[in-house]
């Protein structure tokens, strides 16, 4: 558009403004479609959890979970646990995510910045507080649900960060913060977010939803990490065939079998538990 006709100061701001209104009009639209479909993502990934990935771990967070209560999902990843959790504790309740991935950050809090019901941290859980290696592997999403801090086996290519960690304790029990459950994915470092709300544990006794693998602990085994649990009065149980069963007869060379390729993705594969 060619602006030297417009002699009249205020004709020449009306014919600026023209293009400028329309330029806003149509980014705001634009995000209000983005907005639209991250949404829509959201809500799709979790009714997958829901009906596809984990139904019965979901069913389980809406069966203990009321409205009002506090709920805690560490290791976020893209929302698919935290929708429900959401949904369990309602309007008059809170869930605080955790989600040290810089990227999934981001993609939550565009999706659910807004919601008064989550408070998100772009921070990880461990023993202690501090400043922390952070390893992702390398993908063309820049994102991984196998992200972890500690370290890797095989032949995996990764970026490692340093990302910010707090401990349960620290940052619940300061604020008085009861906590009603906790969903925990965090890729092998179960037992340092353990340790670091011992305190927390025993003062309110949370209901702990957990993924916990052999594969990503380095040589130790599953039940290294469960026996602090076990040694403050929880009772563990795992997921088989839909159903709870008790932890006693759990058995890791039947339920953690390890072979060749992707032998977690096994009809019969127990990576969830529960601690009450």
């Known amino acids: 558009m060619k602006f030297e006709k417009f002699v ?140 972890r801090i500690g370290s890797f086996s095989g ?14 304790d620290d940052y619940f029990l300061k604020k008085n913060i009861a906590p009603s459950l906790l969903k925990i994915d965090v890729e092998g470092h179960e037992k340092a977010v353990l340790e670091g709300g011992l305190e927390l544990l025993k003062k309110h006794h949370p209901k702990i939803l957990m993924e916990c693998e052999a594969r990503h602990l380095n040589g130790a085994t599953v039940f290294e990490v469960f026996q602090g649990l076990l040694d403050i009065g929880y009772q563990g149980y795992f997921f088989e065939n839909g159903s709870l069963q008790p932890l006693s007869t759990f058995n890791p060379e039947i339920h953690q079998k390890a072979s060749e390729g992707r032998f977690w993705e096994a009809k019969g594969y127990v990576n969830n538990f529960v601690f009450e």
């Open 155 to 168: 032949d995996e290519q990764f970026n490692t960060i340093q990302i910010d960690v707090v401990t349960l």
């Open 8 to 147: 009249h100061p205020l004709g020449s701001l009306k014919m600026l403004a023209m293009p400028i209104q329309k330029h806003t009009f149509a980014a705001q639209t634009n995000s209000r479609i983005v907005s639209f479909m991250l949404n829509l993502k959201f809500i799709f990934r979790a009714y997958r959890y829901r009906f596809h990935i984990d139904p019965p771990e979901i069913r389980y967070i809406l069966k203990n979970l009321k409205k009002g209560d506090t709920a805690v999902d560490i290791g976020c990843h893209k929302g698919g646990y935290l929708y429900w959790l959401q949904s369990g504790v309602g309007n008059r309740g809170k869930v605080f995510a955790f989600e040290p991935q810089p990227k999934l950050f981001r993609y939550l809090r565009e999706t659910i910045g807004s919601s008064q019901t989550v408070v998100l941290e772009n921070k990880g859980l461990s023993s202690t507080p501090g400043i922390i290696d952070f390893h992702i592997p390398i993908t063309k999403s820049g994102s991984s649900p196998g992200a």
